[in-house]
T-cell receptor, first 118, second 114 residues
Framework: AQTVTQSQPEMSVQEAETVTLSCTYD???????LFWYKQPPSRQMILVIR??????QNATENRFSVNFQKAAKSFSLKISDSQLGDAAMYFCAYRTSYVQGGSEKLVFGKGTKLTVNP | SAVISQKPSRDICQRGTSLTIQCQVD?????MFWYRQQPGQSLTLIATANQGSEATYESGFVIDKFPISRPNLTFSTLTVSNMSPEDSSIYLC???????????FGPGTRLTVL
């Protein structure tokens, strides 16, 4: 079974600075999807960025980018020019690209709580 | 991306009772899912809601406890039956459209069982 590990329960960053959140995963599959979701206190899960495993190029969405190291099974999230609104829980998630028995479940890490200091 | 709404947003219930949570998507989607997020924890998939047929449950979740319906492509319900304090969690609905591999989430339902 796939597992996702986020080794940093909490992180903090100064406003306008850059922070990197770590995520590692374990799988025997060669094709899959990886996601970062953000959950602010409102509890709405918001997609931050996604990466297809077959793509070598790292995904980028405005101030958010990933460092995808497939061989190392690592998928870190870099937030540049941090803003107060970036404060939230960040969850890394894995999804198989192979639909098995109708399940496309997302496997989540335990999350990293990001605090942004003014 | 799909816009997903859930009702109720929160509720406080007595043990032994049942609560039905509704999930509405603003467009037709291929897949709908129900997740549970226990206090301070990550999300765990309860089941995949299949249109017109029985839901597909993950290990540790059973239909008698969490009956799910999906009568059409945009609507699903999750019932939490015979509740106990251990069922206090946030319950989230998600959906995936036909042309995407991404699941989008509703705002969640915060359930407290006394």
């Amino acid at each position: 079974a796939q597992t996702v590990t986020q080794s940093q329960p909490e992180m903090s960053v100064q406003e306008a600075e850059t922070v990197t959140l770590s995520c590692t995963y374990d799988t025997s599959e060669s094709d899959y999807y990886l996601f970062w979701y953000k959950q602010p206190p409102s509890r709405q899960m918001i997609l931050v960025i996604r990466q297809e495993a077959y793509k070598q190029q790292n995904a980028t969405e405005n101030r958010f980018s990933v460092n995808f190291q497939k061989a190392a099974k690592s998928f870190s999230l870099k937030i540049s020019d941090s803003q107060l609104g970036d404060a939230a829980m960040y969850f890394c998630a894995y999804r198989t690209s192979y639909v098995q028995g109708g399940s496309e479940k997302l496997v989540f890490g335990k999350g990293t709580k990001l605090t942004v200091n003014p | 991306s799909a816009v997903i709404s859930q009702k109720p947003s929160r509720d406080i219930c007595q043990r032994g009772t049942s609560l039905t949570i509704q999930c509405q998507v603003d467009s037709q989607v291929t897949m709908m899912f129900w997740y549970r997020q226990q206090p301070g924890q990550s999300l765990t998939l309860i089941a995949t809601a299949n249109q017109g047929s029985e839901a597909t449950y993950e290990s540790g979740f059973v239909i008698d406890k969490f009956p799910i319906s999906r009568p059409n492509l945009t609507f699903s319900t999750l019932t939490v039956s015979n509740m106990s304090p251990e069922d206090s969690s946030i319950y989230l609905c998600s959906a995936r459209g036909r042309m995407t591999d991404t699941q989008y989430f509703g705002p969640g339902t915060r359930l407290t069982v006394l």
